[in-house]
């Protein structure tokens, strides 16, 4: 096959560029679009030969786009419009101006790419938004199939449930086929799969509620820790002798004032929450911290925690030495490749940041190469 030309909009870091080279798939990115200058720095850091527009979206004419002659479409736009925690003013969201752009766009290109890739949130699906999509594909002459899918469907411990839609450009009738196959290619994840997206704690053998959990996130937690068809945290960390482990251990002040709220996980969980661009910075929802020292049971560490002094709830809290995932062992995590590296110029909180709004690697390869086959 002829390499496929391809169009990267908010290209972030990337992780559409990463999936394509892991996926095997013939193909060449010819411009890359983004607005983020952190994003940015890192993506020529590890791009250096591919055309990267540091310009919005809405500024390229249909007539640029012509002259691209692109045969993909890979885009993951702006998230915040759509998320459960956000203000989801969908459409009406400045940050919206550019997809609907992009879907104004599309029917107008002199030559349509033949495949589009799209990733969003959950949420995303019931959008106006995701209406207007489709609304726009259909009118184009695309086949398209819409998933949910999450990293743990191709066995990495990491809960981030995303909305992909997978489109291909009609010209014969054998492409309507296309969309009863996602499923049996990239199975649909199950119970293990799933984060409810709330603070979540550590699995026990014996379920003793401790921290804000209940009893049905115990069983969630050891159901996702006893499915062998995901691997273990263990494969994603840092060798321990390269690591300064008292760079990332939890402060004592967030120790005392957040701990209730602390997701926490051991080398041999298989699970761990969706990493997001607050993590480091904001403890609720924004991802799991690793316990180091397995000796102390975490379930002995939290009984009885409230009757403690404020000096002894301390001690308890520090013998567990939890400590945040690097920046590396989260882009583990989602997947991306040993030599994906940042510029010396960006610091942790935004190496954080980045990696937050970026996608899972290994999932969107597998999308991939499903799209093109």
């Known amino acids: ?52 527009w540091n310009k919005t979206i809405e500024g390229i004419s249909v007539e640029v786009f012509d002259k691209l002659c692109f045969d993909m479409l890979l885009m993951s736009p702006p998230c915040q419009p759509f998320t459960r925690l956000g203000l989801q003013g969908d459409v009406t969201d400045a940050r919206t101006k550019s997809f609907l752009y992009i879907l104004h766009l599309l029917p107008r290109l002199r030559k349509r790419p033949r495949f589009i890739l799209l990733e969003n949130v959950k949420g995303f699906e019931t959008s106006s938004a995701r209406a207007c999509l489709v609304e726009t594909l259909k009118e184009c002459g695309y086949v398209f199939q819409e998933v949910m899918l999450s990293p743990t469907s191709v066995g990495i411990p990491n809960s981030r449930m995303r909305y ?4 291909k450009l009609s010209t014969d009738t054998r492409t309507s086929g296309f969309s009863a196959q996602v499923p049996d290619v990239v199975p649909q994840p199950g119970s293990s799969g799933q984060s409810s997206g709330q603070p979540e704690a550590s699995s026990q053998e014996h379920p003793v509620l401790y921290k804000l959990e209940t009893l049905v996130d ?3 937690k050891s159901a996702q820790d ?22 990332y251990l939890i402060p004592p002040r967030t120790l005392l004032r957040y701990c209730l709220l602390l ?53 308890r809290l520090l013998n567990l030495q939890l400590r945040y ?19 010396e110029q960006i610091s942790t909180r935004q190496q954080y940041r980045v990696l937050g709004n970026s996608l899972n690697v290994v999932l969107v390869s597998r999308l991939l ?3 093109v086959s």
């Open 325 to 343: 995932f690097t920046p590396r062992e989260v882009a583990n995590l989602m997947g991306f490749p040993q030599s994906f590296s940042f510029p």
């Open 263 to 315: 997701d926490i996980v051991q080398p041999s969980c298989r699970r761990s929450v969706c990493f997001t661009k607050g993590y480091g910075r904001y403890v609720e929802g924004t991802g799991s911290v690793l316990q180091c020292h397995l000796e102390t049971k975490v379930q002995s560490a939290f009984t009885g925690l409230e009757l403690c002094s404020e000096e002894q709830k301390l001690q």
């Open 226 to 247: 006893s499915n062998e068809s995901v691997r273990q945290i263990r494969d994603f960390l840092e060798p321990q002798t390269d690591l300064n482990v008292q760079q």
């Open 369 to 371: 190469q499903l799209l």
């Open 1 to 52: 096959m002829e390499a496929l030309r391809v169009v990267e909009l908010y290209s972030g870091i990337g992780g559409m560029h990463y999936a394509l080279k892991d996926s095997g798939v013939s193909a060449q990115v010819v411009a890359a679009v983004d607005i983020n200058p952190t994003a940015n720095l890192v993506y020529q850091h590890n791009f250096p030969q591919t055309v990267l």
């Open 218 to 220: 115990v069983q969630r």
């Open 164 to 167: 992909f839609l997978l489109a």
